[in-house]
């Protein structure tokens, strides 16, 4: 998939997202939030529609970016400014991002290959298809937030 075909994807899902309280059909399976992330190079707010899962009040995100052979853009965002906005329903709140590293992140992976083996095997597939660690991105409600 071309760049600008992905663009207008995400564009449609972001769409199909707010219009119908976080429900996107394709996605009924999964549970879908937006991210929304000031650009690193840019300082333009960018929105991706990522699959997360719960951990405790927190939300993990994986920056696999599909298998492909880089890292996805708002991973790159979130090193260099880890505040972000995140939809989930109907509710917007911001959020702080921590990239997993070491025991936590085998924890959090643990975590995730117990609970949601089916994210666990997307994740597992797109790691054999990178020479790098897909990184696990902890969102945290930001203090003072709703």
Known sequence: MTDVARQRLHHAIITEF?????????FADRDLLLLTTIGARTGTQRTWPLAYIRRGD???????????PNRPG??????ANPT????VGTE????????????TRTQIWTGIVESSPAVAETIAQFQSQVPWEIPLITLTRSAGSL
Not at 74 to 79: A, G, K, P, Q, R
């Open 58 to 68: 927190d939300l993990v995100v994986f920056a696999a970016n599909g298998g492909r």
């Open 92 to 103: 917007s709140r911001p959020v702080r991002a921590t990239v997993a590293t070491g025991d």
């Open 84 to 87: 972000a906005t995140i939809e």
């Open 18 to 26: 707010r219009a119908n309280s976080g429900r996107v059909a394709q």
């Open 74 to 79: 708002w991973y790159f965002n979130l090193v």
